[in-house]
């Protein structure tokens, strides 16, 4: 059937008034960052004042360090145990391989509350007999347990695209099975790799409820230090901290998009 025109301008005002729908709240508060008085609802001026105050303020640039070191230590480590863990998936009997991707699908599934709580009772109970408290390692241990399921999801698509014949060539050729894993394995699957980190990367900095049961009194991270001003009056210096972060975040998603559209277009000029 052809869609008259009626339809398409139906069908395209329903999805410029979702976007609207989904991006006002975001749009309002980038605006607001920059308004002058201290007000949610009246504009009465631009200004940077707001951004100034957040890069003075120290207790929100410690957090932003810790909620960066973490996120970025956990990345790192997330993305070299979950590139080996979806090699290992991958050279499985089918037998054995789909339960254990099930059992790697269910972190994705789960609610956080779930996963916080029950990493919270593991540590303490763990800290009971090891002697140690919850703290920033524990907040590391948290964030790559959770983002090792993304990075495998994103490694998987682009081991099942990899010719096998090209490992056993450079068996063949006399390499070991770690220098062909090193030299043709990696090259192949690091698309999926980098995905698998930048997806890492992302989910640390937005995780609130796993950090907030794991981090313990001593760690505080960037969404647990917002939660904390909501608590009190708010201040407009969250206004300017959200912005940045869905800047951030924003820049993330297109550097993502950007590298997918360029590898499409080198795989039609093959």
């Given at each position: 059937?052809?869609?008259?025109?009626?339809?398409?301008?139906?069908?395209r005002?329903?999805t410029?008034?979702?976007?609207?729908?989904?991006?006002?709240?975001?749009?309002?508060?980038?605006?607001?960052?920059?308004?002058?008085?201290?007000?949610?609802?009246?504009?009465?001026?631009?200004?940077?004042?707001?951004?100034?105050?957040?890069?003075?303020?120290?207790g929100?640039?410690?957090?932003?360090?810790?909620?960066?070191?973490?996120?970025?230590?956990?990345?790192?480590?997330?993305?070299?145990?979950?590139?080996?863990?979806?090699?290992?998936?991958?050279?499985?009997?089918?037998?054995?391989?789909?339960?254990?991707?099930?059992?790697?699908n269910?972190?994705?599934?789960?609610?956080?509350?779930?996963?916080?709580?029950?990493?919270?009772?593991?540590?303490?109970?763990?800290?009971?007999?090891?002697?140690?408290?919850?703290?920033?390692?524990?907040?590391?241990i948290?964030?790559?347990?959770?983002?090792?399921p993304?990075?495998?999801l994103s490694?998987?698509?682009?081991?099942?695209?990899?010719?096998?014949?090209?490992?056993?060539?450079?068996?063949?050729?006399?390499?070991?099975?770690?220098?062909?894993?090193?030299?043709?394995?990696?090259?192949e699957i690091?698309?999926?790799?980098?995905?698998?980190?930048?997806?890492?990367?992302?989910?640390?900095?937005?995780?609130?409820?796993?950090?907030?049961?794991?981090?313990?009194?001593?760690?505080?991270?960037?969404?647990?230090?917002?939660?904390?001003?909501?608590?009190?009056?708010?201040?407009?210096?969250?206004?300017?901290?959200?912005?940045?972060?869905?800047a951030?975040?924003?820049?993330?998603?297109?550097?993502?998009?950007?590298?997918?559209?360029?590898?499409?277009?080198?795989?039609?000029?093959?």
């Amino acid at each position: 059937m052809k869609r008259t025109g009626k339809s398409r301008f139906g069908g395209r005002a329903y999805t410029y008034l979702i976007m609207l729908f989904l991006y006002a709240p975001i749009i309002v508060l980038v605006v607001f960052s920059f308004n002058a008085a201290n007000s949610r609802a009246v504009w009465t001026g631009f200004t940077l004042k707001w951004y100034k105050e957040l890069l003075a303020d120290s207790g929100i640039m410690s957090s932003f360090y810790t909620t960066l070191a973490v996120s970025a230590l956990s990345a790192a480590i997330a993305t070299a145990a979950g590139t080996v863990a979806a090699v290992g998936f991958f050279n499985m009997r089918r037998r054995w391989r789909a339960p254990l991707l099930y059992v790697n699908n269910i972190p994705l599934i789960n609610a956080d509350i779930i996963t916080g709580v029950g990493m919270c009772l593991l540590f303490v109970s763990l800290g009971s007999v090891l002697k140690f408290r919850l703290g920033f390692c524990t907040l590391l241990i948290a964030h790559i347990t959770f983002n090792i399921p993304y990075v495998v999801l994103s490694v998987t698509p682009k081991l099942r695209q990899l010719d096998e014949n090209l490992v056993d060539a450079a068996q063949d050729l006399g390499c070991t099975w770690f220098r062909a894993f090193r030299r043709v394995i990696i090259p192949e699957i690091m698309p999926g790799i980098v995905n698998g980190a930048m997806i890492a990367f992302t989910m640390s900095i937005d995780d609130f409820v796993i950090s907030y049961f794991t981090a313990g009194s001593s760690v505080m991270t960037l969404s647990m230090k917002v939660f904390s001003m909501t608590r009190k009056r708010v201040s407009p210096k969250i206004n300017a901290l959200s912005s940045l972060l869905f800047a951030a975040v924003l820049l993330m998603l297109l550097v993502i998009n950007i590298r997918e559209l360029r590898q499409d277009e080198r795989r039609k000029k093959l």
